[in-house]
């Protein structure tokens, strides 16, 4: 572990400032640091301690942060994961999420300064994410656990400070969203009929995975009517079936989360999860005379590769929100009651899987392993 002088000694590492909260958090608004919300202070004691569960050269970058491309070492993760109250052990899934918004594929740049309301989704699977209790039952994408608070606020922070996705300058968003603060979830694999995420994105399945998406906030599903897995399935599709989200004009990869009750009604029907995505990608789709004109002018192009023969005139043609048949992310998270939800993406985005692992290339069974004596 890195000792307190190691890091003190590091060019840049420190700022003197009162020991006080207010005086901490007076001097983070002036900096403009934060996300508006109160900060941990990131004494070198606390980044010490975070770092403990480092096993990398904590200034040497792991990635960079667009849109300024900042160097994302790990003792400036380990300042704002302090900053969000993260526990020390929580600080792994930090960098491993890090790592995956930064592959090309994510897409982070656009996502960062885009107009669209978009954040960074973190899904975490395995079984570090049980180890340090993350909630994937009830109110999972809400309030009240603190591994998914703060690995998300953590993340986000560092995009910020790092990154410099600071609002009206690197985040161009209209409007933001109140997921722009933390967006973090581990799926609920017990209530699962199916393989999970981890698994289907190809990792065993005691592997601990992050996968991140460029996402909008959910849109809730209410189906308590519904008594078939085809009935929920057809609701589910007409609620992705939007006229404005961007999923309407790019092949995106949305997501749709089903809550376990849900979920154990689909399944016991017969449906597996590729016949969940196949029946989502047949019915999920919009009139093209549902958008306006100057949509239609703008945006037939697009659209050409997914509808034979498309033109103008056609007003009653139907145009797929999911491009292809495994087009679409399905998860299971929630606790009781007959709700789903659907969550659009930014469009032009992948999501991207990363497992924790250690330099080696061995997973990392538990969290312990990592800490540093």
Same mark, same amino acid.
């Given at each position: /572990?890195?000792?307190?002088?190691?890091?003190?000694?590091?060019?840049?590492?420190?700022?003197?400032?009162?020991?006080?909260?207010?005086?901490?958090?007076?001097?983070?608004?002036?900096?403009?640091?934060?996300?508006?919300?109160?900060?941990?202070?990131?004494?070198?004691?606390?980044?010490?301690?975070?770092?403990?569960?480092?096993?990398?050269?904590?200034?040497?970058?792991?990635?960079? !942060?667009?849109?300024? *491309?900042?160097?994302?070492?790990?003792?400036?993760?380990?300042?704002?994961?302090? /900053?969000?109250?993260?526990?020390?052990?929580?600080?792994?899934?930090? /960098?491993?999420?890090?790592?995956?918004?930064?592959?090309?594929?994510?897409?982070?740049?656009?996502?960062?300064?885009?107009?669209?309301?978009?954040?960074?989704?973190?899904?975490? &699977?395995?079984?570090?994410?049980?180890?340090?209790?993350?909630?994937?039952?009830? &109110?999972?994408?809400?309030?009240?656990?603190?591994?998914?608070?703060?690995?998300?606020?953590?993340?986000?922070?560092?995009?910020?400070?790092? =990154?410099?996705?600071?609002?009206?300058?690197?985040?161009?968003?209209?409007?933001?969203?109140?997921?722009?603060?933390?967006?973090?979830?581990?799926? &609920?694999?017990?209530?699962?009929?199916?393989?999970?995420?981890?698994?289907?994105?190809?990792?065993?399945?005691?592997?601990?995975?992050?996968?991140?998406?460029?996402?909008?906030?959910?849109?809730?599903?209410?189906?308590?009517?519904?008594?078939?897995?085809?009935?929920?399935?057809?609701?589910?599709? =007409?609620?992705?079936?939007?006229?404005?989200?961007?999923?309407? *004009?790019?092949?995106?990869?949305?997501?749709?989360?089903?809550?376990?009750?849900?979920?154990?009604? !689909?399944?016991?029907? =017969? *449906?597996?999860?590729?016949?969940?995505?196949?029946?989502?990608?047949?019915?999920?789709?919009?009139?093209?005379?549902?958008?306006?004109?100057?949509? !239609?002018?703008?945006?037939?192009?697009?659209?050409?590769? *997914?509808?034979?023969?498309?033109?103008?005139?056609?007003?009653?043609?139907?145009?797929?929100?999911?491009?292809?048949?495994?087009?679409?992310?399905?998860?299971?998270?929630?606790?009781?009651?007959?709700?789903?939800?659907?969550?659009?993406?930014?469009?032009?985005?992948?999501?991207?899987?990363?497992?924790?692992?250690?330099?080696?290339?061995?997973?990392?069974?538990? !969290?312990?392993?990592?800490?540093?004596?």
């Amino acid at each position: /572990m890195i000792e307190l002088e190691q890091l003190r000694a590091i060019p840049g590492a420190v700022v003197e400032a009162d020991d006080d909260v207010e005086a901490i958090n007076e001097l983070v608004l002036a900096r403009n640091w934060g996300d508006g919300l109160p900060v941990v202070a990131p004494t070198a004691e606390r980044v010490q301690a975070m770092l403990a569960f480092c096993d990398r050269p904590v200034d040497q970058p792991i990635a960079m !942060i667009p849109p300024r *491309y900042g160097e994302a070492t790990p003792l400036r993760l380990a300042a704002n994961a302090v /900053m969000a109250g993260c526990r020390p052990e929580y600080f792994p899934l930090v /960098m491993l999420a890090i790592e995956a918004l930064c592959e090309e594929k994510f897409n982070l740049y656009g996502i960062q300064a885009t107009t669209h309301p978009c954040s960074t989704l973190i899904v975490v &699977n395995g079984p570090i994410a049980r180890e340090i209790g993350m909630n994937s039952g009830h &109110n999972a994408f809400g309030p009240g656990n603190r591994a998914n608070a703060t690995i998300g606020r953590a993340v986000r922070l560092a995009m910020w400070n790092i =990154g410099g996705a600071i609002p009206a300058s690197g985040d161009m968003a209209t409007h933001g969203a109140p997921s722009k603060y933390t967006y973090c979830i581990a799926e &609920n694999e017990q209530a699962n009929p199916w393989s999970p995420l981890s698994v289907e994105m190809g990792f065993p399945a005691d592997a601990t995975t992050v996968t991140v998406y460029g996402a909008e906030a959910p849109h809730n599903v209410n189906d308590h009517e519904s008594l078939s897995g085809e009935g929920l399935l057809r609701m589910i599709a =007409g609620t992705i079936a939007q006229t404005g989200a961007n999923n309407i *004009y790019y092949a995106g990869e949305p997501l749709v989360v089903l809550g376990p009750e849900h979920a154990a009604s !689909i399944a016991k029907d =017969g *449906y597996a999860k590729a016949d969940v995505k196949k029946y989502l990608y047949e019915h999920a789709r919009v009139r093209l005379g549902a958008l306006s004109d100057h949509n !239609i002018e703008r945006r037939l192009v697009q659209w050409k590769p *997914y509808v034979e023969g498309l033109s103008f005139e056609q007003r009653d043609a139907l145009l797929p929100v999911i491009k292809a048949e495994d087009g679409v992310h399905v998860i299971v998270v929630g606790g009781a009651g007959k709700h789903s939800m659907y969550i659009p993406t930014f469009g032009p985005t992948r999501p991207v899987t990363l497992a924790l692992k250690h330099r080696d290339g061995a997973l990392v069974k538990s !969290i312990g392993e990592l800490r540093q004596a």
